[in-house]
């Protein structure tokens, strides 16, 4: 018999059809008679037959026609959604779909496979999970070295022994020791309790990445999950079966706690849970529409699902690549706005870079030397001003390796500590199985990633910051020898005076956001956790500095395509000449 999930006023309820010849109209109606016998007020509703309502579809949210017939419309156990006419949506609701639900509605299962060994992912390898281009599969490896931390959990289950977060409670209560009869509830308990997260929920993207790499980090074998819970957790991520995560809660030690436990909370089927399938919907009802069960936790199990830095680490991955990616970008816009300020390409002379041979700083003076006028690439604009009277640049052109280069630096300083945490246990306490031991530590505490991640939001900033000073000589008719604002009947028209405006605003805000998370730490646990990290606020707020700054980078690379338009027929080398020809192709 087919069922379908039917979404109505924030509850899901199950309808099963034993006539798929039923309409559309018919499972709208059924949906709501099941809502208004739940209600002790009837749900506000005198009569089902009196209620105006459409259907659509989660996925997509596509509209559904109320005179279709339910099997020419809807797949077996599909979800969708009875929309009151009416209602007016609570602030507080959470969507059936997320934001950007046009990016998720084309979601297609990926094919190919990538294997997990907790020991070799990079944080490309990350971001690929996040975006959905592969299902997981763990090493032989692994899963030998799973199964073996397993039986030492099992070992002191059956011998008794007290050993925290098996056999005794947490934090303050690490000294209560718990009944083997009831170390399930305990392990429950541990998730529902610490599942206190506030805020937005991570995008589906960020979810995915965080449940990757917490089964990475289990798949080190030093967390004592059995391997059948750690499938589970495989089988969930594979199905993008992904749970409610809110974004903030975390103090950074022990481990991402709130966040990870939310995460752990749909796994075990509560909680709400998102799929590109069924949109929002209780976890239990979205792991059974996928043919999954939820997980049954055994001893240590919820405590090796939520203790660990994964939460700041992912994020982290996501900030580090992307700064990686803006910081190239940002050397290829501020060359072609020294093309249209015609700027000397003398300052990236290789003997002046060789004799302060910072990495970073060597290779943006080559990126400059690349795409500037030479004898392979020749620019007209460049000869047009070969023999002007001009000694030397200002220093937001002059100074682009010196400034640029120790952002390089930075990111790869913070990428080699984020490659080192996305492969680190991080649990506690940790499980040697081939020692017969487990030993308490604090591999937890995010003080590395959280460091690091203030750094690259310090570093990454400066981007912006330098680019905010291009700009302004750009639209500074006085420093430019161009129109103002790079816009002709100036006064009528504005321009890119409000443009750089709004770089300015998002340079000004990312000075407060510079400031770094990691130096402030609150006692937690009674003064059991005494000293915490902050990184999940590091990491947040180190993205949303990079967002910034592709923004701010992206305003200068507009005006300095405006630019070259005063300056044509002149044409610049062919490489800036293909990055105009991009720019051109969606802004005209």
């Known amino acids: 018999m087919p069922r379908y999930t039917v979404h109505v006023r924030g509850e899901w309820l199950a309808v099963p059809c034993k006539d798929a010849c039923e309409t559309i109209r018919w499972l709208g109606r059924e949906a709501l008679r099941r809502y208004i016998k739940n209600k002790p007020d009837n749900g506000g509703f005198d009569c089902v037959d009196n209620v105006k309502f459409y259907l659509r579809r989660c996925k997509g949210l596509g509209l559904l026609d109320l005179d279709d017939i339910i099997q020419d419309a809807l797949e077996d156990n599909e979800f969708v959604e009875v929309v009151v006419e009416g209602d007016v949506m609570s602030p507080d609701f959470i969507p059936s779909q997320p934001e950007g639900v046009h990016l998720y509605s084309r979601y297609k299962e990926p ?132 749970p409610y995560v809110p974004e903030k809660g975390t103090v950074g030690a022990s481990g991402d706690l709130a966040p990870l436990s939310h995460l752990a909370l749909g796994l075990i089927g509560e909680g709400k849970m998102w799929s590109p399938k069924s949109g929002w919907a209780d976890a239990k009802y979205v792991l059974q529409a996928h043919g999954l069960k939820p997980i049954s936790l055994k001893p240590k199990e919820g405590l090796a699902l939520i203790n660990g830095t994964q939460m700041i680490t992912s994020l982290g991955c996501e900030a580090v690549e992307r700064a990686s990616a803006i910081a190239k970008q940002a050397d290829i816009i501020a060359a072609l706005t020294l093309e249209v300020l015609k700027g000397t390409t003398r300052a990236f002379d290789t003997d002046i870079h060789a004799l302060r041979p910072h990495p970073g700083q060597i290779e943006v003076a080559f990126r400059f030397r690349s795409l500037l006028n030479s004898d392979h690439h020749p620019s007209e604009i460049a000869e047009s001003h070969r023999f002007c009277d001009r000694v030397q640049d200002a220093y937001t ?110 340079v000004s805000e990312n000075k407060a956001l510079c400031h770094p998370s990691s130096v402030d730490s609150l006692s937690t646990s009674a003064a059991t956790e005494d000293h915490v990290s902050m990184g999940g606020w590091a990491a947040r707020k180190a993205l949303r500095v990079i967002e910034h700054v592709e923004h701010v980078l992206a305003i200068e690379l507009l005006a300095a395509c405006q630019g070259i338009e005063f300056l044509r027929p002149l044409r610049t080398t062919s490489p800036l000449e293909k990055v105009y020809d991009l720019v051109r192709s969606v802004v005209r």
């Open 397 to 506: 052109l002059r100074c682009c390796p010196q400034v640029h280069g120790v952002v390089n630096d930075t990111i790869t300083f913070v990428k080699n500590i984020i490659t080192t945490e996305i492969n680190s246990a991080t649990d506690n306490p940790m499980v040697f199985s081939e020692r017969g031991e487990t030993i308490s530590g604090g591999n937890f505490h995010g003080e590395y990633p959280a460091k690091a991640l203030d750094y690259l939001a310090i570093g990454v900033h400066e981007l912006a910051s330098i680019s905010e000073r291009r700009i302004e000589r750009l639209c500074n008719p006085s420093l430019s020898e161009l129109p103002a604002f790079l816009v002709t009947e100036g006064g009528l028209n504005s321009g890119f005076m409000i443009a750089h405006c709004t770089a300015a605003s998002l």
């Open 111 to 242: 094919e190919q496979y990538m294997y997990l060994d907790g020991e070799s992912m990079a944080t490309q390898d990350l971001l690929n999970l996040g975006k959905g281009l592969y299902k997981i599969k763990l090493t032989p490896q692994a899963e030998y070295k799973v199964k073996q931390s397993s039986l030492l959990i099992e070992s002191i289950v059956q011998e008794q022994k007290v050993v925290y977060g098996i056999t005794t409670g947490f934090g303050k209560f690490a000294r209560t020791v718990i009944p083997v009869a009831k170390l399930k509830e305990l392990q429950e308990n541990l998730v529902r309790s610490h599942s206190a997260g506030v805020g937005k929920p991570l995008s589906p993207d960020r979810t995915r990445m965080l449940l990757a790499l917490r089964i990475n980090v289990l798949a080190k074998g030093y967390s004592g999950v059995s391997l059948d819970t750690l499938h589970q957790a495989i089988e969930a991520f594979n199905a993008s079966c992904l």
